[in-house]
């Protein structure tokens, strides 16, 4: 009898120690989460009280608080500790994520920001939230897209260069919007494969210093998991087998496309890795996506031109769960 009851005692100990914690990390093109409030130094007039569209504190508080419960959402994807990092597009300000990190639906987690202002003529930028209590970074800086001639017409957004340690891993991140379609497909496609270069020639950087680095991309990168752009990134893509089903994160023209993607280094798929990939995400639910009318299946957004639909976003949000390895000692 003493036998049997060591052997069970060893066995409850052993799944108790092999235990493991579900991280959530995202990515979210806010479809222009503008204040309200006129910055001289960019062209914000069509988000402003007075404009055609009728900007006022009201839509720009709802817009607010639909976003707070979408990341409330995503963080309720792992073991509902909130997600741990969420990279950010088309955000004006540090103010705007102020007040979004205090909504009270997502107050408690105690978000921090990371976020520097870029040369978009538009003043939208990408950032980084993260939980302080998962994530601790230690350097972060932007990389200029913006002195490249064949982008000087059309200032774009920054890479936003981060790198920290994610429970007791260190992980370099890499927050992207980069270069628009505007002008035509051909035409602009130069553009993202330009920042394509700098991102490899980053990673390439880490790699020097540290072949096994832990690197995690994400972004709305205005092109496919196939084009050209995206496969010249040194990475894996679990999002291009979700495009090759047909699945998108926006819809334009009755297609589906997947700009929003994730990507990430090799050694998260060694299991024998503290932090081990485990699943890719597009984020949709009821809330999310238009119901009725023309754009039925389509993610429900802001605004249509000018007349304010009151939804969440032109994009679905985009979510990566890794799983963290802890060894827990039951009787401490």
């Not at 330009?194 to 972004?219: E, F, L, Q, V, Y």
């Not at 990430?264 to 890795?273: A, G, K, M, T, V």
């Not at 503290?274 to 238009?290: A, P, W």
Request: proline share 4%.
């Amino acid at each position: 009898m003493k036998t049997k009851i060591t052997i069970m005692l060893f066995l409850l100990l052993t799944k108790t120690a092999l235990t493991a914690q579900e991280i959530v990390v995202g990515f979210y093109n806010c479809e222009n989460f503008y204040d309200t409030v006129n910055q001289l130094q960019v062209i914000d007039e069509e988000f402003l009280p007075g404009s055609e569209k009728g900007y006022s504190f009201q839509r720009y508080e709802q817009k607010t608080k639909n976003l707070g419960s979408t990341i409330y959402k995503l963080g309720l994807l792992g073991d509902g500790n909130g997600i741990a990092l969420i990279g950010l597009a088309e955000i004006e300000n540090k103010q705007v994520l102020e007040n979004l990190v205090q909504s009270p639906i997502i107050k408690k987690y105690n978000y921090k920001i990371i976020h520097f202002d870029s040369k978009d003529l538009r003043g939208i930028d990408v950032a980084l939230l993260y939980n302080p209590a998962i994530f601790k970074p230690y350097l972060y800086k932007p990389f200029s897209l913006s002195f490249k001639e064949h982008i000087k017409d059309y200032p774009t957004r920054d890479i936003l260069y981060v790198k920290g340690v994610l429970n007791e891993s260190w992980v370099h991140i890499l927050v992207n919007h980069w270069p628009s379609r505007r002008g035509g497909l051909k035409q602009s496609s130069q553009k993202r494969i330009w920042a394509a270069s700098i991102c490899k020639n980053i990673i390439d950087s880490i790699r020097t210093k540290d072949p096994a680095a832990n690197i995690i991309m994400m972004g709305d990168f205005n092109d496919n998991p196939t084009d050209k752009s995206i496969q010249k990134i040194p990475l894996e893509n679990p999002f291009k087998a979700l495009f090759l089903k047909g699945m998108g994160s926006l819809a334009f023209r009755d297609s589906w496309h997947l700009f929003d993607q994730i990507l990430i280094s090799r050694e998260f798929l060694n299991i024998n890795n503290n932090l081990t990939y485990c699943k890719s995400i597009i984020y949709k639910d009821t809330e999310h996506i238009e119901m009725n009318g023309r754009y039925q299946g389509y993610p429900k957004r802001t605004w249509d031109g000018n007349i304010f639909r009151g939804g969440f976003s032109d994009h679905f949000p985009v979510a990566m769960i890794f799983t963290l390895k802890t060894d827990v000692n039951p009787l401490n």
